[in-house]
């Protein structure tokens, strides 16, 4: 299997982990504040890389890192999981699934422009008309928010989190070029959020204290589906075949979610949804066959 085909199936992968993300954070945190929820995850899923490490000798390499690396890996992990997620947990609170996952899915086109401008990657008429195609998407969704009077606060929240995140995925895609191991760089940045999402934990200890056993393992799930598998794999992919190709294939999880969201959660499908949804799917396959 050649380079690209490898590192486009490893972002489509991680676009069904973070699915299914999507789906079990909306269940779990149905009772419990953005924070508390991301905090519950971030620790899960640092504990289970810690496990990780240790077993296959991880620990060690990450002691070889320069202490640029370890700054930007901190950085990188505020923005895409302390920062970036807030505002996307805040969103799936005040809106639900199918209409935030269409509008923060729209991280590729701004992950592209920081691609471009920062680490020289090209950009052509094909991309150009991928990211119209995305813009469009979120004008259409927005008309839906409009219609259905939804909290403007959740749709704010929700423009916010790719720009976050696209960050992350560029200071992600810098750290790969200077030959970081694909487990070390997943496992460290999902360390350094759980510290720095610590910052919260004195005003939500009380919360955490009562999430259920049923909350605790829908969570547990999230953290395994989308911090574990769904992150390795898209560092992986951008390792592979770089941010500018990883970021927009795996843009393709709105489709996926929202169909799951109506499905097993029972969201109101809504026609304007739909053909954002239609178009930012029609965007992304641009982008990733420029």
């Known amino acids: 299997m050649n380079t690209m085909l490898l590192g486009v199936l490893m972002a489509l992968t991680s676009a069904f982990s973070w699915a299914a ?37 991880t620990f060690s390499g990450l002691f070889l890192l320069s202490g640029k690396e370890l700054l930007i890996a901190f950085v990188s992990a505020q923005f895409g999981f302390v920062i970036g997620d807030y505002f996307y947990l805040t969103a799936l609170k005040l809106m639900g699934v199918s209409r935030t996952v269409p509008i923060t899915s729209t991280y590729p086109l701004w992950a592209i422009l920081w691609a471009f401008l920062f680490l020289g990657r090209p ?8 990211a119209v195609l995305i ?9 839906a928010e409009e219609e259905e009077r939804i909290n403007p606060k959740g749709f704010i929240f929700a423009l916010l989190a790719p720009l976050s995140w696209s960050f992350a995925i560029m200071t992600m ?13 997943a496992g460290i940045r999902m360390m350094f959020a759980a510290i720095g999402v610590s910052i919260f ?28 598998i769904g ?60």
Not at 47 to 56: G, P, R, S, T
Not at 135 to 143: L, Y
């Open 21 to 57: 993300s999507a789906i079990l954070i909306k269940a779990g945190m149905k009772n419990k504040s953005p924070i508390a929820a991301n905090i519950f995850r971030l620790y899960a899923v640092s504990l289970m890389f810690a496990v990780i490490f240790a077993a296959d000798g």
């Open 201 to 228: 934990l004195p005003g939500h200890l009380r919360e955490l204290r009562t999430i259920t056993l049923q909350e605790a393992l829908l969570l547990t799930g999230a953290a395994v589906s989308g911090l574990l």
């Open 135 to 143: 813009v469009t998407a979120i004008i259409v969704v927005r008309k």
């Open 231 to 290: 992150q390795y794999l898209f560092v992986y992919s951008i390792n592979l075949v770089g941010s500018q190709i990883a970021a927009p294939v795996s843009a393709i999880n709105p489709l996926i979610a929202s169909s799951m969201a109506i499905f097993f959660l029972k969201e109101p499908p809504n026609r304007k949804i739909l053909e954002g949804l239609i178009l930012a799917v029609m965007g992304v396959i641009l982008i990733s066959t420029a």
């Open 123 to 130: 950009i052509n008429i094909q991309i150009i008309a991928g």
């Open 173 to 185: 895609d810098w750290l790969t070029v200077q030959g970081m191991s694909v487990l070390a760089l």
